[in-house]
Each structure stands twice: as structure tokens, then as C-alpha cells.
């Protein structure tokens, strides 16, 4: 099996972009925000998505009894050009029946050290904070 993935990007009209992953999977990108996600809000959805995966996989093996996850993601960028993101912070809200947070702490630690190849990789260059909350029921 082999370690290299890709993707192929087309453009559409105006800003718009579609791109596919080597998987055939496609999203439409605007970078007038108007008809997609822009590139900058598709690299923290990508974050946000990679961690969600690693905490509710983690929670589910530990046997929590997750209803519902839910990550809100906030990026700050730089003032001057490149705006590169300087600070993302990843705000879990887990949904469930006696969930631990003991657990959910752990989960969120160990995707962020260890699991999201995202947030480990943005890690290398961008403050990444994490926190969360649980809401009963």
C-alpha cells in the first residue's frame, strides 16, 4: 500500500474551483467565499474533520456513549501577506449519556498528539489549542 495520495484541481469560473481527491470525491472552492468554502475555511474544516475522527473513534472504543460530536474551529491569520493562520483553536461539544471527561479529555490529547495528521502538520507552524465541553442527554 502505498503512502502517497493527490488531488486534481480545475477551475471552474470567477474563483471558483473544483476540487477532487484521488478517492473521486469532489468540493466545489470560491475564493470570493460566494459559491464554497474558501481554501483557508476548507484547511480548518479539514482540521476540524481529522480530529472529530480520532475523538469519537477513541471515544467509541472506551465505550462513551457519544449521541453527537461537534468541533467549533476559529483561525486567526496573519495581518500582512501571506495570511497564513497563526492560531486555530478546536472547541469540542460532545453530546452523550454519562460521558466521562476524563475521556474526552484523553481523546482530545491524543488527536492532537498524536492521531490528526491535519493538526499535527498545521502544529509545525500555527499555535493549535484545544478545549471541550460536554452536553448531557
Known amino acids: 500500500m502505498s503512502n502517497s495520495m493527490s488531488a486534481h484541481v480545475e477551475w471552474q469560473q470567477g474563483m471558483q474551483f473544483k476540487a ?6 469532489s468540493v ?12 483557508m475555511e476548507m484547511v480548518l474544516m479539514a482540521a476540524g474533520s481529522c480530529s472529530s475522527v480520532d475523538v469519537v473513534s477513541i471515544l467509541e472504543k472506551t465505550k462513551q456513549q457519544v449521541a453527537r460530536c461537534e468541533v467549533a474551529i476559529e483561525g486567526k491569520r496573519a495581518d500582512s501577506v501571506p495570511a497564513v493562520f497563526t492560531d486555530i483553536h478546536l472547541h469540542f ?6 460521558v466521562s471527561p ?19 502538520m498545521l502544529s509545525a507552524s500555527v499555535n493549535m489549542t484545544h478545549s471541550f465541553e460536554i452536553v448531557a442527554g
Open 20 to 25: 477532487t481527491s484521488g478517492s473521486g470525491h
Open 28 to 39: 466545489l472552492m470560491d475564493g470570493d467565499k460566494a459559491n464554497g468554502a474558501s481554501p
Open 93 to 98: 461539544i460532545v453530546h452523550g449519556t454519562d
Open 102 to 120: 476524563s475521556h474526552v479529555e484523553r481523546a482530545v490529547k491524543l488527536s492532537a498528539d498524536k492521531y490528526c495528521s491535519v493538526a499535527i
